[in-house]
């Protein structure tokens, strides 16, 4: 078993920043992929950024401004979300896949207002 607890969503002004942390423990091993994912309301579920030993991968919507890593393949992963946009409004989710299973985190609340 595996689990994700996320820190760091709050309120911030347009144009602010915000770190996301994502804690994994368990058995965190066999780690294929860390991720992001936000879901605002109404809405589905959607990628927003993912980090493998290949590289990361971000949603074109976020690209430029947010950045993912997870330093030395450890066990947590962190979104730096700068210039932050009332879009950008949603629940964020943690997300490992070891290939043969997903967990995910509780989440955690970023609202973006002035």
């Known amino acids: 078993q595996v689990q994700l607890v996320e820190s760091g969503g709050g309120l911030v002004q347009p144009g602010g920043s915000l770190r996301l942390s994502c804690a994994a423990s368990?058995?965190?091993?066999?780690?294929?992929?860390m991720s992001w994912y936000r879901q605002a309301p109404g809405k589905q579920r959607e990628l927003v950024a993912g980090?493998?030993?290949?590289?990361?991968t971000y949603a074109d919507s976020v690209k430029g401004r947010f950045t993912i890593s997870r330093p030395n393949n450890k066990n947590t992963v962190y979104l730096q979300m700068n210039s932050l946009k009332p879009e950008d409004t949603a629940i964020y989710y943690c997300?490992?896949?070891?290939?043969?299973?997903?967990?995910w985190g509780q989440g955690t609340q970023v609202t973006v207002s002035s």
């Open positions: 997300n490992l896949d070891r290939g043969y299973d997903v967990y």
């Open positions: 980090i493998t030993r290949d590289g990361t």
């Open positions: 368990g058995s965190i091993f066999s780690i294929v992929a």
